[in-house]
Structures are given as structure tokens and as C-alpha cells.
T-cell receptor, first 110, second 112 residues
Framework: QKEVEQNSGPLSVPEGAIASLNCTYS??????FFWYRQYSGKSPELIMF????GDKEDGRFTAQLNKASQYVSLLIRDSQPSDSATYLC??????????FGSGTQLTVLP | EAQVTQNPRYLITVTGKKLTVTCSQN?????MSWYRQDPGLGLRQIYY???????DKGDVPEGYKVSRKEKRNFPLILESPSPNQTSLYFC???????????FGQGTRLTVV
């Protein structure tokens, strides 16, 4: 079982819709959770980080964390074609190792 | 400008010929790591370093070596490259593993 799992996609949503990306992790001692965006041929860049249970909002992006269910999600509201990219979930586990999921490819259709 | 610099960006080499990919950061970060990215597998950590002279194996360390003699530099060494090490490699640095990781531009390695 992979330590960090994401729904593999690809995921397509129409422009203006909400895109929902999900991630589960296996290490109960994990403390830090991240969402990175990676455009094709580019390096990953941080979109959101979350440390505590609940929701964290930043503009059109909302990260949700549920430590009891070992679940992290990212919601993108009013999706734009420029949001089309691969989204990587990353988790810092109890061994202080930062582990990434395999990514979900999102396409926002104009 | 705060950045992580990897070199080279592209490299084609032959099986068995030792190579080094350099990584340097100018942000005084403690934590540095190397990842490889293959289609469908996401970013897999090869090695990470919590500080100078402290390195640990990640998920896929076989066939790779690293060293951390100075805080700013974290080179990745392939002593005897093989075709299955053909991949896109990223170096990253963070203040700590609980903070944002800054990535280099990537090194696309082909071993023939």
C-alpha cells in the first residue's frame, strides 16, 4: 500500500465548476500536508498547506484535513482553464520524510 | 533571488559512466532532498538530508549516492547508471519538512 494515495484521474471539469481532488495517507503520525501544482514540463509549486483539522481557504482554493480519517482534499472553485495541471498531494510523516502522491491530472474545459 | 539551481538540465549518458547532478540553494535551508519523477508514479524520494553531514534514504535509494558537506549543496551521484535510471530528477529544499519545498528546474536524464 502506497503511503500517500490520490485518485488517479484524469479529472475533467467545465470552466466555472468546482474541482475536487482527494488524497489519503497511511502514517497516523503525519503532521503536515501540502498541495502542489505542476504544469507540464515545469517544477512543482506550492498551492496550499494545512496542519490542523478542518478547512483552510485561500482565494479559490480550499484545503480540507481530517486526521481521524487520514484524508486531505483540495477544492478549486470557479475553475479556470489555467488551473489545468497535475496536482500533487504531499505529506510529512512521523519519520520527517516528505512523501508525494502520484498526482491527479486536472483539465478544465472552456 | 531565492532559488534552487540544478545542473545540468539535460543529460544523455551511457550505461556505467559515473555522473553527478549538482544542486545548490541560496535560502540557508536545512532540509534538502532528491526526487525522481516517472509517468504515473509521481515524485518518489531518493534521499533526503536534515542538515550538513546527515543524510537518509528515501523510498528509492538503490543506485544513488548523495553527500551534504555544506548546507547549500546536495549533489546526486550515480556511480554506475543503468537504463532504468532514465527519469526526470528534481532537487528540493525546505526550511524544514513541515514547510514549503522549493524545487529546482529539473534534470532530464537519459541512460542508453
Amino acid at each position: 500500500q502506497k503511503e500517500v494515495e490520490q485518485n488517479s484521474g484524469p479529472l475533467s471539469v467545465p470552466e466555472g465548476a468546482i474541482a475536487s481532488l482527494n488524497c489519503t495517507y497511511s502514517d497516523r503520525g503525519s503532521q503536515s500536508f501540502f498541495w502542489y501544482r505542476q504544469y507540464s514540463g515545469k517544477s512543482p509549486e506550492l498551492i496550499m498547506f494545512i496542519y490542523s483539522n478542518g478547512d483552510k481557504e485561500d482565494g479559490r482554493f480550499t484545503a480540507q484535513l481530517n486526521k481521524a480519517s487520514q484524508y486531505v482534499s483540495l477544492l478549486i472553485r470557479d475553475s479556470q482553464p489555467s488551473d489545468s495541471a497535475t496536482y500533487l498531494c504531499a505529506v510529512t510523516g512521523s519519520a520527517r520524510q516528505l512523501t508525494f502522491g502520484s498526482g491527479t491530472q486536472l483539465t478544465v474545459l472552456p | 533571488e531565492a532559488q534552487v539551481t540544478q545542473n545540468p538540465r539535460y543529460l544523455i549518458t551511457v550505461t556505467g559512466k559515473k555522473l553527478t547532478v549538482t544542486c545548490s540553494q541560496n535560502m540557508n535551508h536545512e532540509y534538502m532532498s532528491w526526487y525522481r519523477q516517472d509517468p504515473g508514479l509521481g515524485l518518489r524520494q531518493i534521499y533526503y538530508s536534515m542538515n550538513v553531514e546527515v543524510t537518509d534514504k528515501g523510498d528509492v535509494p538503490e543506485g544513488y549516492k548523495v553527500s551534504r558537506k555544506e548546507k547549500r549543496n546536495f549533489p546526486l551521484i550515480l556511480e554506475s547508471p543503468s537504463p532504468n535510471q532514465t527519469s526526470l530528477y528534481f532537487c528540493a529544499s525546505n526550511l524544514s519538512p513541515d514547510t514549503e519545498a522549493f524545487f529546482g528546474q529539473g534534470t532530464r536524464l537519459t541512460v542508453v
